[in-house]
Structures are given as structure tokens and as C-alpha cells.
T-cell receptor, first 118, second 114 residues
Framework: GQQLNQSPQSMFIQEGEDVSMNCTSS?????WLWYKQDPGEGPVLLIA?????ELTSNGRLTAQFGITRKDSFLNISASIPSDVGIYFC??????????????????FGKGTHLIIQP | EPEVTQTPSHQVTQMGQEVILRCVPI?????FYWYRQILGQKVEFLVS????????KSEIFDDQFSVERPDGSNFTLKIRSTKLEDSAMYFC????????????FGPGTRLTVL
């Protein structure tokens, strides 16, 4: 199946610092989504990207859909304690077919574990 | 704000038993999904469902798994004969439409197979 390489695997930062993480793929993606997951909970959608080059913000979060359609990054500015968690990129590969008229499942990265030190 | 709900939050079962995990997707959404997450690992796609039939399934979704929309609101995942390796968090998700593939996830059901 499709693979997403997400980095870094974990980040240890001080409160107030900016954070940057990214995902890359060897194949083209139609959609990039960024999720945050807290322990024992489901992923929460942060940002959705649909066009190559698209840059979208959601508060202190900014994400971009790479021009090559094979990568995406997520930036968090001025981190606060509640930003702690695991951030996942997810995407919809171009090659999958919409069989039956329905939408295809997302391919997830392995996550970036964000830890904020006081 | 509308959200996806799942029951039960935790299910413990014996190996070989059947389990049914339940989900209520967001009411105006048309596409439904099941994913699983083994402890400490990434989220993996199992199956998508639209218009009362399976749209796509992964290689994980073998003959032991089935999905159903028994009424207008519930969406279920059945595992016919559970194995130890089925222990995982199972997430239901839903999305509004084909072009808008923003999938919203439920809180998950933790399945423990003993």
C-alpha cells in the first residue's frame, strides 16, 4: 500500500517555540489532512488541503500542500501546553479508484509526538 | 457541534467470539469508514461504505469482517471470530461527500481480545 513518511518522530520543545513537521510520499496525493490525537481519543481534524501549493491557516496552525503533490508540512507557532499530543498527516492517493461512487480511505503517517517542556 | 459517536468505549472478549462495534455517523454525512489503530502505531484504513454498500476495503478487511447500516443512523463493524491480533482501537469516521473528504473521527472503541 501507499506509505507516508512523517518526520520528526518526536519533538521536545519549550513552551512558546514554533514547531514544524512534514510528510512525504513517493506517489502523488489528491488530499492532505492533518489530525491531532490525544491519548485514548480519536483523531481530531485540524486542517484539510485540496490543491497543490495551497497554504491554509487555522489559528496558530499553518499547513501547506506541496507543489509536487508529494508532500505537506504543518507549522505550529508559539506552542502552548495543550498542543501536546500526536500529530498525524493523512492523505488520499491519486491512484485509488472511487469504486461504487464512494470515497477512498485515508493513508496515515506514523505520527509526530509533540512534547512541551515547561 | 455534530460529532461521530461510538459504543462501547471498551469491549473485552474471548478469542473466537464475535463482536459488533457500533457507530452513529454525523447525520448529514454520506460516507462512512472504519479504521483501526494497534497500540502505539499509526491509524490504518479498513473499509469505506456508501449508498449501502462497501466502496473500498483494505487487505486487513478479510472475510472475518463485515459492515452494515441496519437502520438510518447506526453503522456497525462485525468481527466474526476474534483473534488476539484484533486487539486495537477501532475508529469510525464519516465525511460529507466525495469531493470533500474531510473525515471526522469518533472517540473509538478499545477492543481487547483475551
Amino acid at each position: 500500500g501507499q506509505q507516508l513518511n512523517q518526520s520528526p518522530q518526536s519533538m521536545f520543545i519549550q513552551e512558546g517555540e514554533d514547531v514544524s513537521m512534514n510528510c512525504t510520499s513517493s506517489s502523488i496525493f489528491n488530499t492532505w489532512l492533518w489530525y491531532k490525537q490525544d491519548p485514548g481519543e480519536g483523531p481530531v481534524l485540524l486542517i484539510a488541503l485540496y490543491k497543490a501549493g495551497e497554504l491554509t491557516s487555522n489559528g496558530r496552525l499553518t499547513a501547506q500542500f506541496g507543489i509536487t503533490r508529494k508532500d505537506s508540512f504543518l507549522n505550529i507557532s508559539a506552542s502552548i501546553p495543550s498542543d501536546v499530543g500526536i500529530y498525524f498527516c493523512a492523505g488520499q492517493p491519486e491512484l485509488l479508484k472511487y469504486s461504487g461512487g464512494g470515497a477512498d480511505g485515508l493513508t496515515f503517517g506514523k505520527g509526530t509526538h509533540l512534547i512541551i517542556q515547561p | 457541534e455534530p460529532e461521530v459517536t461510538q459504543t462501547p468505549s471498551h469491549q473485552v472478549t474471548q478469542m473466537g467470539q464475535e463482536v459488533i462495534l457500533r457507530c452513529v455517523p454525523i447525520s448529514n454525512h454520506l460516507y462512512f469508514y472504519w479504521y483501526r489503530q494497534i497500540l502505539g502505531q499509526k491509524v490504518e484504513f479498513l473499509v469505506s461504505f456508501y449508498n449501502n454498500e462497501i466502496s473500498e476495503k483494505s487487505e486487513i478487511f478479510d472475510d472475518q469482517f463485515s459492515v452494515e447500516r441496519p437502520d438510518g443512523s447506526n453503522f456497525t463493524l462485525k468481527i466474526r471470530s476474534t483473534k488476539l491480533e484484533d486487539s486495537a482501537m477501532y475508529f469510525c469516521a464519516s465525511s460529507e461527500g466525495l469531493a470533500i473528504n474531510e473525515q471526522f473521527f469518533g472517540p473509538g472503541t478499545r477492543l481487547t481480545v483475551l
